[in-house]
C-alpha cells in the first residue's frame, strides 16, 4: 500500500494537499482497509465466480481455503506489476 500512497502524494492533482494533515492517517488507514477488502470480494466474485457469503463467518471460511489464497495471489501479483495510479483500473475487469 506505500507504494501506492506515495502515488497519491506525489501525484500532479495533489488530491491529499485537500485533506488536513492530521486526517491523512486515518485516511491511510480506511484507503487500505477497504482496498483489501475491495480485493477480497473482487477476488471471489470474479476469479472464483462464487457470491459474497452474507453470513459474518462463512467469509472467513472461504478467506483461509487454499483456492481463495492461490487466486489472491495471482491477482495481488497483476494489482502490484500496474503503475501505482493505475491500481484500481484492474478492477473493472476480472483479473488475468
Request: charged letters at 40%.
Given at each position: 500500500?506505500?507504494?501506492y500512497?506515495?502515488?497519491l502524494k506525489t501525484a500532479?492533482?495533489?488530491p491529499?494537499?485537500?485533506v488536513p494533515k492530521h486526517l491523512r492517517m486515518k485516511l491511510y488507514g480506511l484507503v487500505r482497509k477497504f482496498t483489501?477488502?475491495?480485493i477480497k470480494a473482487h477476488v471471489i466474485t470474479n476469479k472464483m465466480k462464487l457470491e459474497i457469503p452474507n453470513?459474518?463467518?462463512d467469509p472467513k471460511l472461504l478467506e483461509y481455503s487454499a483456492t481463495f489464497k492461490e487466486e489472491l495471489l495471482g491477482g495481488l501479483k497483476e494489482i502490484f506489476a500496474s503503475p501505482p495510479l493505475q491500481m484500481y483500473?484492474?478492477?473493472d475487469e476480472p483479473f488475468g
Open positions: 500500500m506505500n507504494t500512497w506515495d502515488a500532479e492533482f495533489k491529499l494537499e485537500e483489501w477488502e475491495f453470513n459474518v463467518d483500473e484492474i478492477f
